[in-house]
């Protein structure tokens, strides 16, 4: 009998419509995690995959991080009945003398940031956590967190994690040095650019750590500390202003936008809706909010994130380690349980009332100057084309692997996410989906890593980069709904070979497959999507290319139309359009009405006339 593997997914099956289907959601991902704990109930361990931090963070990491979920179930009357498990396991972590102690740290690391869920689960349930302690457990606790506050915490969104430590001791009456937290406050507020945006630290990068962090934690202090109102007010307004933005990273299905790193946290992208709710801010209406958040949550449970003992994987939409962080333990994908937020609500909250409203997404094309994007709705999809990121000039990588195709590619999308690359030295069978690659050897390659400079006029995008210090790339992008165009200006002095990509999508086993490779063109159909990509300036080759197995980050086979074609030494214009869409009369009608070629001239006079810097680029 063949298994299915979406049906070790917890979420399998779940209507997730009401506040009892979330419950049992949580309680379904939370059950086999269970058995995973260890005799003193302070670490859980999932697998023998290893992360930059030793085995001992990780651990606390497995035993923290469904604090996110589970302090909010209780706190609203909610039932877990392993609070016992979780209060000895705070005791022997935070105790030196036991054999499961979490460790002593002495810099910047990661305890520091699953202290976090320790504070806010203090906060939220002093009575279940903190008072039923022993009092030499109280004084061991206190005494592990107020050392960690004392260390400098990366200067990034683990601020915040400071300040959730300090609410957690400050509800259990333990008194330690609040200027701390106040530096920490105003630190963070020097993140903030505009219109609900946050950059996080001094990096080029505005992905969906502004959601899920930025907003996440602010929303968190503004509703647990009542007597900052000043604060609680600013935290507010900036979410309100992200949530008008961020909903055109959402497709009418739930899906979002797969773009930047650190997506192995998965539905962790819902807890900007759920934090709304928290926070009780109706950025958007009710019903609109909890729509993106049911909706959000039902799109995970179509997925095979699960391994066969129900414990979530690391991946995406299904396991892949090719995808992960360095920073990613098997226990790191529990971050998803921050959606489970609006479990602390009361049944009667209007989150929980409203009738849940169907997403509609913009016709016309959403610029949004920050990130650098603009973004496309096509039908259960929703595209980004993107110029704004920046990875180079001496910034902090993150300890991103593939970061060019996490925040460099032309284009991303919610249906069929993006592919990254496992060989640079392997031009041939790279799937370059939204990039344009450069080889000249035939072996390795060069992609688009980061901008020099990057704009936005209007509708459009435009960047300057360089694969070499020799070779210099222009690349206008313009939105052709449902096809965009790209256009590209290669300088070289030497000559080169180039292949584009279009966007991946799946293919599974026995599944009728039809390409058409011709020159100036090639498409890809399966029985669910068509993709196709079409040179509108040239003469290259199409392919289209069986992707290597797991690159893809929703789907573990795809395919990939692409354009191939030499470039001569000089000046060269590459023009390109590419789409894909669920097959049905759509796109039909998309294939019979190719774009034309933009005028580059018009281009080139609308960013003189029109151009402004996008946000995410400006960091000194």
């Not at 539905?267 to 759920?274: E, K, M, N, P, V």
């Not at 290669?490 to 490779?517: K, M, N, Q, W, Y």
């Amino acid at each position: 009998m063949t298994i299915d593997p979406v049906r070790a997914n917890p979420l399998h099956g779940n209507p997730l419509q009401t506040r009892a289907d979330i419950e049992r959601a949580l309680n379904g991902l939370m059950t086999p995690l269970l058995g995973h704990f260890s005799p003193g109930n302070a670490r859980v361990r999932l697998d023998a995959a290893g992360a930059h931090f030793d085995r001992a963070a990780a651990d606390l990491e497995g035993f923290a991080r469904p604090l996110w979920g589970l302090a909010p179930l209780t706190a609203g009357g909610g039932n877990f009945d392993h609070w016992e498990m979780y209060r000895q396991g705070l005791a022997n972590g935070s105790d030196p003398a036991h054999p499961e102690y979490w460790g002593t740290f002495s810099g910047t690391d990661q305890r520091m940031v699953e202290l976090a869920a320790i504070g806010f689960t203090m906060r939220l349930l002093p009575g279940v956590v903190w008072d039923p302690l022993p009092q030499q457990a109280k004084d061991n606790l206190a005494a592990y967190l107020k050392h960690a506050r004392q260390l400098e915490y990366s200067d990034s969104n683990w601020k915040f994690f400071r300040i959730l430590v300090d609410l957690g001791l400050e509800e259990c009456g333990v008194a330690f040095d609040w200027s701390l937290t106040e530096q920490y406050l105003d630190q963070l507020d020097a993140f903030y650019i505009a219109d609900g945006w946050y950059r996080d630290g001094q990096s080029r990068q505005l992905d969906h750590y502004v959601g899920f962090a930025m907003h996440f934690y602010g929303l968190l202090y503004a509703t647990l500390k009542k007597d900052d109102q000043k604060r609680a007010a600013a935290y507010r307004e900036r979410a309100a202003l992200f949530a008008q933005q961020i909903k055109h990273w959402y497709d009418d299905n739930g899906g979002t936008l797969a773009f930047g790193r650190s997506l192995t946290y998965r539905f962790a992208c819902g807890g900007i809706w759920a934090a709304l709710a928290f926070a009780n801010v109706e950025a958007l209406p009710w019903g609109e909010i909890k729509g993106h958040y049911l909706r959000h949550l039902r799109w995970w449970a179509q997925k095979p994130i699960a391994n066969r003992d129900g414990i979530l994987s690391v991946g995406y939409g299904y396991p892949n380690l090719l995808m992960s962080e360095s920073y990613n333990s098997a226990a790191s994908p529990y971050w998803a349980f921050k959606a489970f937020l609006p479990l602390a609500l009361a049944p009667d909250h209007p989150f929980w009332t409203a009738d849940e409203i169907e997403h509609v997404g913009a016709p016309h094309p959403v610029p949004l100057p920050h990130p650098g994007m603009v973004m496309i709705k096509t039908p259960g999809n929703v595209v980004a084309l993107s110029s704004g990121q920046q990875l180079g000039s001496g910034l902090k990588r993150w300890h991103l692997r593939q970061s060019s195709e996490k925040y460099c590619k032309f284009v991303y999308s919610s249906r069929y996410g993006f592919s990254v690359e496992v060989d640079d030295r392997d031009y041939d069978h790279a799937a370059f989906d939204g990039m344009l690659a450069f080889s000249d050897d035939g072996s390795r390659f060069r992609v688009r890593e980061g901008n020099e400079q990057a704009q936005i006029a209007g509708n459009c995008l435009y960047s300057r980069w360089q694969p070499w210090k020799d070779v210099v790339v222009e690349t206008w992008l313009v939105p052709a709904n449902p096809w965009h165009i790209r256009v590209h200006r290669v300088s070289t002095p030497r000559p080169l070979h180039s292949t584009e990509g279009g966007f991946a999508i799946a293919i599974s086993d026995f599944d009728p497959v039809a390409t058409t490779d011709h020159t100036r063109r090639a498409i890809a159909s399966t029985t669910t999507d068509i993709s196709a990509i079409v040179d509108l300036g040239g003469l290259r080759k199409g392919r289209t290319l069986r992707a290597l197995p797991n690159t893809n980050l929703i789907a573990a086979k795809t395919l990939v139309p692409q354009l191939r074609g030499e470039i001569d030494a000089g000046t060269t214009i590459l023009v390109t359009t590419a789409m894909a869409m669920p097959v049905g009369s759509a796109a039909e009608n998309a294939m019979g009405q190719v774009p034309p070629a933009p005028d580059l001239a018009a281009l080139e006079q609308l960013f003189a006339n029109e151009g402004v810097d996008v946000s995410a680029m400006q960091v000194s």
